[in-house]
């Protein structure tokens, strides 16, 4: 079983930046769609930014302009640089992967860790 490993989560003042790392135990799902979801407590998941099997990338409307994603494949690592953070940003973040393209639907998912954004 594919393990998804976050970090980089914590607690930072509004305007600041956080970068999130998602680590996959297999190697190889590095290279098939990841991406980054978010959640509060009783509200719907909400997918945050895509990078796809081909490197198309996908943003939310709400983080346009201030997240970035991105993957080094040779580390196997995700990442998610947020910068310019919100209140409304707080949330517990997910690194999810899909077995190939973003369409096929996201099977794996990371533990989640929190990110806080006070004002």
């Known amino acids: 079983q594919v393990q998804l490993v976050e970090s980089g989560g ?3 003042e509004a305007g600041g930046s956080l970068r999130l790392s998602c ?7 590095i290279t098939f769609c990841m991406g980054w979801f978010r959640q509060l ?3 719907k998941r909400e997918r945050v930014a895509t990078i796809d099997l081909d490197d198309e990338i996908r943003y939310a409307d709400s983080v346009k302009g ?7 494949n040779a580390k196997h690592t ?4 947020m910068n310019s953070l919100k209140p409304e940003d707080t949330a517990v973040y997910s690194c999810a992967s899909a077995p190939g ?3 096929r ?6 533990q989640g860790t929190q990110v806080t954004v006070s004002s």
């Open 101 to 103: 393209y973003c369409g």
């Open 78 to 81: 995700l990442y998610l640089q």
């Open 23 to 29: 680590v996959p135990s297999d190697e190889s799902y």
């Open 105 to 110: 639907g996201f099977a794996v998912w990371g």
């Open 10 to 12: 914590g607690s930072v």
């Open 66 to 72: 201030r997240f970035t994603i991105s993957k080094d």
């Open 41 to 43: 407590p009783g509200k």
